[in-house]
């Protein structure tokens, strides 16, 4: 996926600035209309999540984590796809990001490549949910 497909909106979760930045300006210029959050308290104005293609969201956000974020976002759209960024695979975070819903993990640092070819595997079928395939740590 060298574009985004037409129409694609994409939804950022990261409180690290200039992180958040980096995603946001690599993803415009691939052609994504981007919205941002810094947190999960920031999205409860979002009426329908199937307004998304993806929604990208960062495991350590202040107050809520990720996973707690993906399945609300899992729970309302069946539709969108779901990416949890995670600063490492310890523990159960496999399981339990199958149990959200989620559709990818990316581990950091993030491999913008790895993000463009994830978001082309997952967004080439929107006709309801993908099997988990999750990304193995760098």
Do not use: Y
């Not at 919205?35 to 104005?45: I, K, M, N, Q, Y």
């Not at 979002?46 to 307004?51: E, I, K, M, S």
């Not at 819903?101 to 491999?111: A, E, M, T, Y």
């Amino acid at each position: 996926m060298n574009q985004a497909p037409a129409g694609a909106r994409a939804a950022i979760f990261e409180d690290d600035l200039p992180l958040r930045d980096a995603l946001v300006l690599f993803l415009r210029v691939k052609g994504w209309t981007v919205d941002t959050f810094g947190s999960g308290e920031e999205s409860a104005g979002v009426a329908n999540w199937d307004d998304f293609t993806v929604v990208i969201c960062d495991n350590s956000l202040p107050r809520e984590d990720g996973l707690s974020v993906l399945r609300r976002v899992r729970e309302a759209s069946d539709k969108v796809v779901t990416v949890l960024i995670a600063g490492h695979s310890g523990g159960d975070l496999s399981a339990r990001a199958e149990s959200a819903g989620v559709d990818r993990i990316l581990f950091k640092p993030i491999s913008t490549m790895e993000l463009v070819e994830s978001l082309g595997a997952l967004t080439g079928n929107r006709s309801g949910r993908r099997s988990m395939a999750l990304a193995s740590p760098h």
